[in-house]
């Protein structure tokens, strides 16, 4: 099963390719869309929707796993953000790749045990569920690949790939 990460955002998409067997975790692919911050929302929108448009065309993911909004202290960086994720829910859908949400505490919570888990202890979990010693560089691509890991750690999931 192919697992897309996503870690939404205007400036910064993270994502990545998983690849689930029921029991192991590979890292398939990982990377970024990184939008200017000069150009007009509707241009960075765009470009959103077409780079991720490829990578699903280039990986075929089975799910998308995501970042679920939830709440936001800095009203105008959520505008942006939801507008992002509108875009990434329209290739989704334009694709019928099913999607699945996680707030980042769920990621937490799920990954460490703890909601309120710090951000070093989130990627060496994620280091331990891929068996690496190294990360990509990029917050968003490391938070793309532990929604990604969330899914995997999905019951519903497990005795999907369990029952073949």
């Not at 205007?10 to 975790?25: E, H, P, R």
């Not at 929108?45 to 280039?58: G, P, Q, W, Y």
């Not at 509108?86 to 699945?100: E, F, H, N, R, S």
Request: charged share 25%; hydrophobic share 40%.
């Amino acid at each position: 099963m192919k697992i897309l990460g996503i870690d939404p955002g205007m400036a910064i998409v993270g994502y990545c390719i998983l690849d689930f067997d029921g029991k192991n975790i590979v890292l398939e692919h990982s990377g970024s869309i990184q939008t200017e911050k000069g150009q007009k929302e509707g241009a960075r929108l765009l470009e959103i929707f077409n780079d991720l448009n490829f990578i699903v065309e280039k990986y075929r993911p089975d799910v998308c796993a995501i970042e679920k909004l939830f709440f936001f202290r800095n009203y105008t960086t959520v505008m942006p953000v939801a507008h992002a994720r509108g875009v990434i829910l329209t290739v989704l859908a334009k694709y019928d790749i099913p999607v699945y949400e996680y707030t980042p505490i769920e990621v937490k919570k799920t990954l460490t045990g703890y909601g309120r888990a710090s951000k070093k202890e989130v990627e060496q979990m994620v280091k331990i569920s891929l068996g690496c010693d190294k990360l990509p560089k990029l917050d968003d691509t490391v938070d793309a690949i532990a929604i990604a890991i969330s899914y995997t750690r999905n019951d519903g999931l497990l005795k999907q790939v369990a029952k073949g």
